[in-house]
Each structure stands twice: as C-alpha cells, then as structure tokens.
C-alpha cells in the first residue's frame, strides 16, 4: 500500500520518495496496524489497571524530537511533584533513530529510568503518542521494531510500588518538548535541578507526533 502510493507519487507529480523515507513510512504503517490489534486486545484489561485518568502524586513527562536526515533523537523528561512544580528537566541524545516511534520509545524509556533513580515508589508517565502509551499499558509481548525498548520498560514497572501510563495532549507537554527539540538543536544534553525552558519558548508549535 505504501509502496503503490509512492509509485503513483513518482509518476503522476515527479517526486521521488529516498529509501530511508519509503522505509520509515512502511515502518510506521506497520507500528500503527500492531497498536491498533493492541488496543483492542486490551482495552479491557487497561481499564481494570487503572490507568484512565487516575494519576498518582509524582509524575513524569516525557517527548521526543526527530532528526529524520542524520538519524538521531533526543528526549526531554520533567518530573513534576504532588504540586506540579518541576523538581528536575533532563535531556538526551540518541543515535542511530530509526523512527520517530523509536524516539517515543527511547524518551518513555528513560522516563521510567529516571524514576527510580529519583527513587520515586508510585509514579504516572505521562506522553503525547498514543501508540507508545498503549504499547507501555499492556502485558502483550510486543513483536514490533520498538519490541526491545518496550520489554525494557515492562521490566522497570516492577521498580516501582505502582506505575501509571497516561496520554495527554500535545498541549500539555510543551516542557519536555522544548527541552528535548533545544537539545537536539544544540546537540548538548541537560540536566537541571528545579528549572526548565524559558516561557517564550513554550509558546512554540510543533509539527503532529506519531500516534
């Protein structure tokens, strides 16, 4: 299906689609229909976790920005406290990315990281792609290319007393979207207690993140 879209793209307006682009497209076309099987396995169990919108004291959030061109990523992570006051922002820079689900994956990953180095019991990770949250909310071994990084987050959840996976708009996650687009801008990773970006960048836009 992508591929004939492509072709009838080459031929009906002259524009030619790279290998790497072609590939990251069937990649999230494929990670999309195995998010969707997903879902519907578990919508149930899901809702006897309670996830929903049940959130504990702490939480964490955490966003991704994509470098398609040299296939890198960075995460930003903002732990917040029972007030909602940002108690640390952290970002990092990752390599070899194939997608930006990857990236989601990887930021979700040290999400959960930096939880139990902040020795926190009960936590809610909270991000803005859909399919990443759903993927981190099931027991369903996950046979896609984001299958290795999501085991490793299914063995962090043990870490912790309770753990909770939530999505939440795009809006809602502009801290840890501008740190992470400002790291990978600069190529310089951060890690600051008690601060975060400053407000006129968090009145920036986005292009729409995978779901």
Not at 37 to 59: A, D, N
Not at 95 to 117: D, M, R
Not at 123 to 135: A, E, F, P, R
Not at 186 to 209: F, I
Request: proline share 2%; glycine share 6%.
């Amino acid at each position: 299906m992508v591929y004939l879209g492509s072709r009838n793209q080459l031929v009906h307006e002259r524009k030619f689609i790279s290998g790497r682009d072609l590939s990251y497209k069937i990649q999230s076309y494929l990670i999309e229909l195995e998010g969707v099987r997903e879902k519907k396995l578990t919508s149930t169990p899901v809702r006897s976790q309670g996830q929903g919108r049940v959130e504990l004291k702490e939480s964490i959030q955490f966003d991704a920005v994509f470098d398609i061109s040299n296939s890198r990523s960075a995460s930003g992570i903002v732990p917040r406290d029972q007030n909602g006051e940002i108690k640390v922002s952290k970002s990092t820079l990752h390599f070899n990315i194939s997608s930006p689900f990857v990236a989601e994956a990887y930021a979700c990953l040290k999400a959960t990281k930096l939880g139990i180095n902040m020795g926190l019991d009960s936590v809610t990770i909270m991000g803005d792609s859909k399919t990443i949250i759903n993927k981190c909310r099931t027991t369903i071994r996950d046979k896609s290319i984001l299958g290795a990084i999501i085991e490793d987050i299914q063995s962090n959840k043990s870490r912790f007393q309770k753990i909770i996976f939530r999505f939440i708009q795009r809006t809602e996650n502009l801290e840890a979207h501008n740190l992470a687009k400002d790291t990978l801008r600069k190529g310089e990773e951060r890690y600051l207690v008690g601060e975060t970006m400053e407000e006129s960048a968090l009145e920036e836009r986005w292009p729409q993140n995978p779901d």
